[in-house]
């Protein structure tokens, strides 16, 4: 059975860092591509980026370029999401995502709500 | 830059029918696939159609999918309305022109009245 766990909630100040992650299981981690998605509070879903957990390559959306670094360590099926100082508009809800056969996102993550606050 | 927009939100009584447009800004809609996404409050995300038409396994036949491209458009249609299909849907698709990349419709709320 195909799974994605995510790291639980975490709630920071403004100025901090951030490193969350979303644990793979039941599939060749290294043959999908895995996205994160941003849910900000009452809106929409935002494709942040998306990256090749076999060769780390990653592609980010140009709103997201340069405002978090995603990552992956294929040796324990992890992806991940971090910011180096978080903004109180950071906070969301924030979900992986396997991409398959180039078209659809046919598994996610359960969430990680990001609350930043001073 | 690209973007999907939907109607905000539809309603209708349990039985009936509904449709959910999704049109795009730019470009060719039959560019790319398009999936639709249900969303309950409080949970992620779930596909109930791919690559414009098809239903992954478990999504009953009262969900399909369209595209028409004389108004650069999808539709995704939910027939004999239940309550359990009150959600928030969204359209996605993908965007090569301005590096979008993989994009998400507006969202619509559906009210089961």
């Known amino acids: 059975e195909v799974q994605l766990v995510q790291s639980e909630a975490e709630v920071k100040k403004p100025g901090e860092s951030l490193k969350i992650s979303c644990k793979s299981s039941?599939?060749?981690?290294?043959?999908?591509?895995i996205a994160w998605v941003r849910q900000m509070p009452g809106k929409g879903l935002e494709c942040m980026g998306i990256?090749?957990?076999?060769?780390?390559?990653?592609r980010y959306s140009p709103s997201f370029q340069g405002q978090v670094t995603i990552s992956a360590d294929k040796s324990i099926s992890t992806a991940y999401l971090q910011w180096s100082s978080l903004k109180a508009s950071d906070t969301a809800m924030y979900y992986c995502?396997?991409?398959?056969?180039?078209?659809?996102?046919?598994?996610w993550g359960q969430g990680t709500l990001v609350t930043v606050s001073s | 830059n690209f973007m999907l927009t939907q109607p905000h939100s539809v309603s209708e009584s349990p039985g009936k029918t509904v449709t959910i447009s999704c049109t795009g800004s730019?470009?060719?809609?039959?560019?790319?696939?398009v999936q639709w996404y249900q969303q309950r409050p409080g949970s992620a995300p779930t596909t109930v159609i791919y690559?414009?038409?098809?239903?992954p396994s478990g999504v009953p036949d009262r969900f399909s999918g369209s595209i028409d491209s004389s108004s650069n458009s999808a539709s995704l249609t939910i027939s004999g309305l239940k309550t359990e299909d009150e959600a928030d849907y969204y359209c996605?698709?993908?965007?090569?022109?301005?590096?979008?990349?993989?994009?998400f419709g507006t969202g619509t709320k559906v009210t089961v009245l």
């Open positions: 995502a396997r991409h398959y056969s180039g078209s659809w996102f046919d598994y």
């Open positions: 039941g599939y060749s981690f290294t043959s999908y591509w």
């Open positions: 730019s470009g060719s809609i039959t560019s790319y696939y």
């Open positions: 690559e414009d038409n098809q239903r």
């Open positions: 990256i090749y957990p076999g060769d780390s390559h990653t």
């Open positions: 996605q698709s993908y965007d090569s022109s301005n590096q979008e990349g993989y994009v």
